[in-house]
């Protein structure tokens, strides 16, 4: 698989992840896994295992628009309802792709849980803590890396929460 570690994304993600003296195994896929089960096809392990970084558009009760991110198992969905209720905020919605870019810096498909330009308030699916070891994508479609689930709450100072 070609080399990505190049790539101003995975570039970005890789820089922020020394910053917490972290340096993970990175790897390039063949293709680009724009869905968790693509992804976990690719790396041999159950959709469940991949932390999927979803943006959403949080609006709060004084109708302020931020992003949200949600580091959801791949194995279900998020209920925005839920979450919405939980973490205090008038409603949440799936981003359009301009929102993510804005917000993250990367495409949908590479949204890493970290490397944004500015720190995101992030929420973590408490169904990754039944995994020693979970991927995050690495900045770009074809990348990933491993991590855990204390380590993803450590990296983003991120809220564990039930999420599905």
């Not at 041999?44 to 004084?62: K, Q, R, Y």
């Not at 919605?93 to 993510?100: I, L, R, T």
């Not at 979970?134 to 990296?155: C, K, M, N, P, Q």
Request: with cysteine.
């Amino acid at each position: 698989s070609r080399d990505l570690s190049g790539h101003a994304g995975v570039r970005s993600v890789m820089q922020t992840l020394a910053l917490h003296h972290v340096t993970p195994e990175v790897r390039h896929l063949p293709d680009a896994v724009r869905t968790a089960k693509a992804a976990a096809e690719a790396l041999g392990i159950s959709p469940a295992e991949i932390a999927n970084s979803l943006v959403f558009v949080a609006t709060t009760h004084d109708g302020e628009r931020l992003p949200l991110l949600v580091l959801a198992s791949g194995g279900h969905r998020v209920d925005v309802d839920k979450v919405a209720d939980l973490t205090g905020l008038a409603s949440i919605e799936q981003a359009d792709p301009a929102f993510v870019r804005e917000h993250t810096g990367f495409a949908i498909g590479g949204v890493a849980p970290v490397g944004h330009p500015r720190h995101i308030r992030t929420i973590i699916d408490v169904t990754l803590c039944r995994y020693a070891t979970v991927w995050a994508a690495a900045g770009h479609s074809h990348s990933v890396f491993a991590t855990s689930y204390d380590e993803l709450i450590r990296i983003t100072g991120g809220q564990p929460m039930d999420v599905a």
